[in-house]
């Protein structure tokens, strides 16, 4: 069985998921594919800050709760989805790496919801975290990264090879075609750094 990885890169009510396997250098994509976390008709599904943000505290956190367990259920289903997929490919996968982003700690519910610019911080938070824990829903090891660590992380792992390992993985578009953009290469790359080690 060869071994795989999986890298995710999240944006609000989604995310872009990659799973890779790579031997001698060699980088191959056994899947990518965009996972939906939100369902078309959910009100305020896909913004779930903005959509609680006039909403009394408690009514906002029951409604916060219940969209997070329906992102959770979908993002855990999307997941197992892509591990079957893999499986019937012959690869295990070892672990799921999650592109986190930089930002300090969230303060409390009350100054999210009074703040537009942590409204989406929030959101960008929540659904990360969706992810990470469907991860251990599907027993999973997840291994968060900051965005902004990669290029460091990249260096630290690969040395002089970083640089060879991201252009090899700019160039896949060649033969992947569509969509190749920058959510595919972060999560390639995420799912790299746990493949090497």
């Known amino acids: 069985m060869r071994r795989a990885a999986i890298g995710i890169r ?12 790579s031997d001698n250098g060699a980088i191959e994509i056994l899947d990518r594919r965009r996972i939906s976390v939100t369902g078309t008709t959910d009100r305020g599904a896909s913004q779930p800050y903005h959509a609680a943000r006039n909403l009394p505290l ?59 610019p942590l409204l989406h911080t929030a959101e960008g938070e929540f659904f990360r ?24 992380a990249l260096k630290e792992k690969f040395g002089r090879n970083a640089t060879r390992t991201k252009t090899k993985v700019q160039l896949l578009a060649r033969t992947l075609g569509s969509p190749w953009t920058a959510d595919q290469k972060h999560a390639t790359l995420a799912a790299l750094l746990l493949l090497s080690r």
């Open 10 to 21: 999240v944006h609000s009510g989604w995310g872009a998921l990659v799973a890779v396997s």
């Open 129 to 152: 975290q969706a992810f990470a824990k469907a991860c251990d829903s599907n027993k999973l090891p997840v291994t968060k990264i900051k965005e902004r660590d990669l290029e460091s």
């Open 58 to 116: 408690p009514e906002a956190e029951t409604f916060l709760a219940s969209a997070f367990a329906a992102a959770h259920t979908a993002a855990s289903s999307g997941l197992r989805e892509v591990m079957d997929a893999l499986r019937a490919q012959k690869s295990q996968v070892t672990g799921c790496a999650i592109l986190m982003a930089a930002g300090r700690p969230l303060p409390p519910l009350e100054k999210i919801l009074s703040a537009h």
